[in-house]
């Protein structure tokens, strides 16, 4: 029998992740110990439940577009093994959803390790909890030791792709279709494919994907709603052109694409209040040896990258002050000028971290957001 879907909702009404608020927010990793520091500074995210809820409700209150957490498996070592202990992310999302009321909330699913079946069934769970606010972020992994640790192989990077584009397929059929079918690739096959309740969300919950990569560029092109991208470069022209490049490619496969990427707001009284705490808890008491342990996994050459030494010592304390994040440092006009101007370069939405991140949000709540807001930065256009 078909299953009747009387209660989905057009998912631009539900899902503020297609809100046309002019920047849009979100939280990064605050499913994870540290959040996305790798230092042993006080304050930085300890991980209980009632800490990564205390952040989901700040961020509810200012009706944050996405709150993105991070697929994780084990810490990367160093003094403070960031990233150890952490909430699983369907479940955290699940749990998320009951805890908020306007937020967007977002569920990271590695491919390998999610049979998309049992993906698109959780995935229809936490949309019909957070009522239409879901979306699914799909990442093809990286890092080798996490696999190792389920004993499954790291695919080479083309074929992640290659597997991601299968996995795909069939959760987007098991969300829309109403007849059983069957599927039959080189990666999944799936016998009498059957999924209800339909999620919420019509036609389906949004999609989200993270890739630098030419090759996950495409899939993020060709597949999701909304692409994530780290921005390295201090040149606007370059970063202007980078995000331009995601809406050519997304039109080329007759698509609008939504771009985001990560800033991490270290904000002081004054400049020189900023920049010295930057200093401490990056330079003082940052986790070198634990960023170090990242970087060499993912230069991995399963992964296909060749960091030269310059580009990995950057990248090194990159991860240590925001985890690859955009970096904006200083009082909170200062603060506002940088949101200003990530939005100029045609960013939709940006995850913002905090070193300290709880009262870091709750500043940013009392103090910036009333003039983020004045700014015109959250107005709907
Ligand atoms: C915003 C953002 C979030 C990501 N989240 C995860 C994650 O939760 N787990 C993970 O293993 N990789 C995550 N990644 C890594 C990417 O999904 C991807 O695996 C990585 O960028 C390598 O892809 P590429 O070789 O196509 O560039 C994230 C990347 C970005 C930029």
Redesign the pocket.
Known sequence: MPHKSQFQRDRRESNPAFSSRKLKFGT?QTNLDSGCVMSDLDGRIDITWPNTVALAKLSDEMEFEAL?P???WHGFGGQTNAQGPGFECYTWAAGISGATQKAGIVS?S?ITLNHPVMAAKQSAVIDHISNGRYTL?I?????VPEMEMFNMPMLG?QERYDCADEWLQIVRRLWTEDETFDFDGKFYQVKKGYLAPKPVQAPHPAIMN????E??RHFACKNADLA???IRNPDPDVNKAHIEAYHTMARDYGREIRVWS?CNIVQGETEKEAREFYDYYVNQKGDFDGAANVITAMNAEV??RNYDPVMMRRMRESFVSSWGGHNIVGTKEQIIDGLKTVSAWGLDGV?LSFPRYEQGLREFRDVTYPLVQQAGLRDFL
Not at 139 to 143: E, H, K
Not at 210 to 213: D, E, I, R, V
């Open positions: 990064f993105v991070v697929a994780r990271t590695h972020n990442v093809c992994g990286w890092n990077h993270a890739a630098g990569s090759r996950g994530f991208t780290v990560l992964n296909e995850l």
